[in-house]
């Protein structure tokens, strides 16, 4: 569960948790804002605010690195088509191709084709790659 998540569960503001943790009212901004991963903190840090939210470390670390993993697996291991257009789509945008749109076009068919006509993919995958690839 993320920091942000547990506050609001419990009712505590982040200028509580600074204070009760001892740890800087900037740091846990960043933190909890995703400007700093919560992966990059000490053993020390984890363990102070997860000992004023009263909670695990673990817990302040497997939703974040579930996410990762599902991201992860959300990208690869995609039936060959999919991927294939998946990555021409990517050559594209950094090459920045003056065809974008029909890599574009490409990809959105491959994923709709990979989730409604074959099933090879769940409907919240197939979310998953539209808006991060193509609802931008």
């Not at 004023?52 to 939703?63: F, G, K, P, R, T």
């Not at 291991?77 to 749109?101: C, E, F, R, V």
């Amino acid at each position: 569960m993320s920091i942000n998540e547990i506050l609001n569960n419990i009712g505590m503001t982040k200028y509580r948790l600074a204070k009760l943790s001892g740890i800087p009212n900037a740091t846990l901004s960043e933190l909890c804002s995703g400007k700093t991963s919560i992966e990059k903190c000490s053993g020390e840090t984890l363990y102070k605010i997860a000992k004023a939210l009263n909670v695990s470390m673990e817990s302040l670390l497997d939703e974040r690195m579930t996410n990762l993993a599902r991201e992860r697996s959300y990208e690869y291991g995609l039936p060959a088509y999919l991927q294939h257009d998946l990555d021409a789509y990517k050559d594209a945008i950094s090459k920045k191709s003056s065809l974008i749109d029909c890599y574009w076009g490409e990809l959105y068919g491959s994923i709709n084709m990979a989730e409604i006509s074959d099933g090879l993919i769940t409907p919240e995958h197939a979310d998953y790659l539209r808006q991060k690839y193509l609802w931008r």
